[in-house]
């Protein structure tokens, strides 16, 4: 009967490290343009770490992370530096990292589980790249002169507004070239199809960002980016990759196939609406 490796409480915090690390240099890269255009606050309370920006209302700019073993004060303090904001927080809890008492804290103040997702990861030592024979295609690490096109295809594929391509490329812009940020676009025929984004940090790899566009789908592009990213990594020397996506959904099957594993599924906690 095959064994089964249950992840570590040391094994599920580097991942969540890895991941608050992308976060926190993104962050830190578009709070240092020029006036700070999009508004981008930093705080931390404890473990906990609490994004915010005036401009993007997204849950994924205005989220808290690490915030698992938080007590009652130190939720009190997060929930009072958004409501200065004007802006409802998420919470990101990581199982085997959380607390009863926090879980409690939360469903005390209005927070609930609104939804799941997943983080993968991958050792990278055993992996090697497979053979593709595509003339067809190529991926190739964007260049500044390419970033508009980036930003297209971020947009147009997350059904953004054709007006906010400007504003995506600025904020990518500061994190091409930038120590341990690489971007790649695939080209089909030529034709700009899929974009990917990678960050590294104490030889993790973390897979921050891919998006295909509609026309493309379906046609192995993700898997292919993430092979890509894969080989990019090893050859920077790190050890293993880490990603994330919804549960379930097709980056989550393409992550899979390409040999990605769930290392955990955290939960995301929201204010119950009236």
């Known amino acids: 009967m ?32 020029s006036g700070n255009p999009e508004g981008v606050e930093i705080k931390a ?22 915030a698992g073993n938080a007590g009652a004060a130190a939720i009190d ?66 260049r500044e002169s390419e970033i508009e096109t980036y930003a297209a295809i971020h947009c147009r594929a997350f059904g953004l507004p054709e007006q906010g391509i400007p504003a995506v490329a600025a904020n990518n812009l500061v994190l091409l070239g930038r120590p341990g940020w690489t971007f790649f676009i695939a080209y089909v025929e030529d034709r700009p199809a899929a974009a990917a984004v990678m960050y590294v940090k104490d030889r993790t790899a973390s897979l921050t960002f891919a998006a295909t566009l509609q026309s493309y789908r379906k046609t192995g592009l993700h898997e292919r980016l993430l092979q890509r990213r894969f080989f990019e990594a090893k050859r920077q020397g790190c050890d293993r990759v880490v990603g994330q996506c919804g549960f379930l959904s097709a980056s989550h099957r393409s992550m899979e196939r390409a040999g990605m594993r769930i290392a955990y599924l955290r939960s995301s906690w929201t204010e119950m609406e009236e």
Not at 20 to 33: G, W
Not at 45 to 66: H, I, L
Not at 114 to 134: F, I, N, Q
């Open 45 to 66: 309370v404890g473990e906990a770490v609490c994004f915010y920006s005036r401009t993007m209302p997204w849950p994924g700019f205005n989220t808290v992370k690490g």
């Open 2 to 33: 095959e064994s089964i490796t249950l992840p570590s409480r040391e094994s599920i915090a580097a991942v969540e490290a890895s991941e608050m690390d992308y976060q926190c240099d993104r962050m830190i890269a578009i709070r240092e343009r």
């Open 77 to 142: 303090e997060i929930l009072a530096f958004y409501r200065e904001k004007e802006r409802k927080p998420q919470f990101e809890i990581v199982p085997g990292l959380e607390e009863r008492q926090t879980l409690h804290h939360l469903a005390k103040r209005g927070y609930y589980a609104s939804g799941m997702h997943a983080s993968l990861t991958m050792d990278l030592a055993g992996w090697e790249a497979p053979e593709h024979r595509t003339p067809r295609l190529r991926i190739e690490k964007l």
